[in-house]
């Protein structure tokens, strides 16, 4: 309750600089808060902007999850395994830095430009966030109990089962949060061109038409999206890492 709270009072905090700062500036290119309140609730309301909304949370956890299932696996794998970390992980130190949103054009052409390029390219960023985070958690892991766990009988899938997957799975969490902020950035960039439907469309429609109210409802319906995410992710952590929480 004490957290809910608190949120609640940041949000009305920022909603009030908002509407100081609307007030100060006077300007049609920052309108009131209530005034986009009122546009959201009733787009929604009308449904008109409820198909887009579908469209990018499809995108953007269709993107989350095609990372998740390729990074997780070959994190936990690289990290444990020191003989295939040390052949795969130049291969990592040199991919991951490359800035992978200038590859859009390059994606389009092959996949053409529908949803799969989109959700791709989002997967394809959010990958090396998940996939170092993985590895970094698996390799942090005190040798010893792995000893202890073979001495025991373990086989090696159970100690990837029993060991290595839950040490590790804070980290992955906590990766997929950071990766939510990322697929949104991600999810609009993509959505700004060779598209007419999604959130960062109607940004961009909107502002081709200074049509500057539908354009902050369009800016806060894509934070609502990552809020959301991110909501679900840090409930999904509270119940499958108990543990953390008493710490």
Not at 77 to 101: M, N, Q, T, W
Not at 196 to 216: C, K, N, P, V
Not at 217 to 232: D, E, H, K, N
Request: include cysteine.
């Amino acid at each position: 309750m004490g957290r809910k709270r608190d949120i609640l009072i940041a949000a009305l905090i920022l909603l009030a600089a908002w509407q100081v700062c609307a007030l100060l500036l006077n300007s049609m290119a920052l309108p009131q808060p209530w005034m986009v309140l009122v546009d959201l609730g009733s787009k929604l309301a009308d449904g008109s902007l409820i198909d887009d909304l579908a469209v990018s949370s499809m995108r953007a956890l269709a993107g989350i999850a095609l990372a998740l299932a390729a990074a997780v696996p070959l994190g936990l794998v690289v990290g444990a395994e020191d003989h295939i970390g040390k052949r795969l992980s130049p291969f990592i130190y040199l991919l991951y830095p490359i800035p992978h949103v200038v590859l859009l054009p390059l994606i389009i052409i092959l996949f053409g430009i529908g949803n799969f390029s989109k959700i791709f390219l989002i997967a394809l960023i959010v990958f090396f966030q998940i996939l170092v985070t993985t590895r970094d958690g698996a390799r942090s892991i005190h040798r010893n109990y792995f000893h202890s766990m073979k001495t025991l009988g373990a086989s090696r899938l159970q100690i990837y089962r029993h060991l290595i997957l839950p040490a590790t799975l804070p980290k992955i969490l906590t990766a997929m949060r950071i990766s939510v902020g990322t697929s949104v950035a991600i999810l609009f960039f993509v959505e700004s061109f060779a598209t007419t439907t999604g959130l960062g469309y109607i940004i961009m429609d909107s502002w081709g038409r200074a049509d500057y109210i539908s354009l902050y409802t369009g800016i806060s319906s894509m934070a609502l999206l990552g809020f959301t995410l991110y909501l679900i992710l840090d409930r999904i952590e509270h119940h499958v890492c108990r543990w953390m929480s008493d710490q």
